[in-house]
């Protein structure tokens, strides 16, 4: 349950940084809609794993090298949740076409993208492989 209950925390603060990084983006650039869910995206994926590997899977990586080989392997997981979450906020978007809408459609495809997450990280990126004898 502590798990579970972390894992829904670490989320959420990933779905704020994302929200959040996206929102600064098109302060910046109004017109960057595209380059807002990039960025957001790129800042929740960092946060998430940072806190993932540590709290929820207690992975630590044997070097630098290692590190970066799990995260390119936690980031291809993420390639289809992600596919989820930007397609309900795009698709949110071309729908209601507000800003709200969006950032509500954006959230629904994380929630729904973090749960599958979940699962392919714990089954392909941080499993634990018995050791010999």
Request: glycine content about 10%; some cysteine.
């Amino acid at each position: 349950m502590r798990i579970a209950l972390l894992y829904v925390l670490f989320c959420a603060v990933a779905i704020g940084v994302n929200i959040g990084s996206q929102a600064l983006t098109l302060q910046l650039w109004p017109s960057g809609i595209w380059w807002s869910i990039i960025v957001g995206t790129a800042t929740g994926l960092v946060v998430k794993y940072v806190l993932d590997k540590r709290f929820i899977f207690r992975f630590s990586p044997q070097n630098v090298k290692h590190d970066g080989t799990t995260f390119v392997l936690y980031t291809l997981m993420g390639v289809a949740t992600t596919a989820i979450f930007w397609g309900f906020e795009y698709g949110a978007w071309l729908i209601f076409e507000t800003a709200s809408a969006r950032y509500l459609g954006g959230v629904a495809g994380l929630v729904i993208g973090y749960l599958a997450k979940y699962h392919l990280d714990k089954m392909f990126v941080f499993r634990v492989t018995p050791s010999a004898p």
